[in-house]
């Protein structure tokens, strides 16, 4: 069973920042496709950013100008960085790896999830 394990997360007052990271296997890293998703109560699950194999990332709207995201395939960690969060942002994140064969086939992974509470 694969493991990807998220940290970082945590209380922080609206406009603050935090950091996020996931750690896996070395081979998801080599291959993987990753990203971060959230889940907020009573919400569906939504891309907050991804980032391809090779380093190229993208954005989800809420994440668009506040957040960066970035991987190092040899230390097989993945980080988030956000900034200026705000109480809208409260969610469990969670972190994502994904691999597509070809006809539509794929791999995926995620992990448990860490909580980001944006709260004064």
């Known amino acids: 069973q694969v493991q990807l394990v998220e940290s970082g997360g945590g209380l922080v007052r609206p406009g603050g920042s935090l950091n996020l990271s996931c750690t896996g296997p070395?081979?998801?890293?080599?291959?993987?496709?990753m990203g971060w998703y959230r889940q907020a109560p009573g919400k569906e699950r939504e891309l907050v950013a991804d980032i391809l194999s090779g380093g190229v990332p993208t954005y989800g709207e809420s994440a668009k100008g506040r957040f960066t995201i970035s991987r190092d395939n040899r230390k097989r960690t993945m980080s988030l960085r956000m900034n200026d969060l705000q109480p809208e942002d409260t969610a469990s994140y969670y972190c994502h790896a994904l691999f597509l064969f070809p006809r539509n086939h794929k791999s995926e992974f995620w992990g448990q999830g860490t909580q980001v509470t944006v709260s004064s």
């Open positions: 070395a081979d998801i890293f080599r291959q993987y496709q």
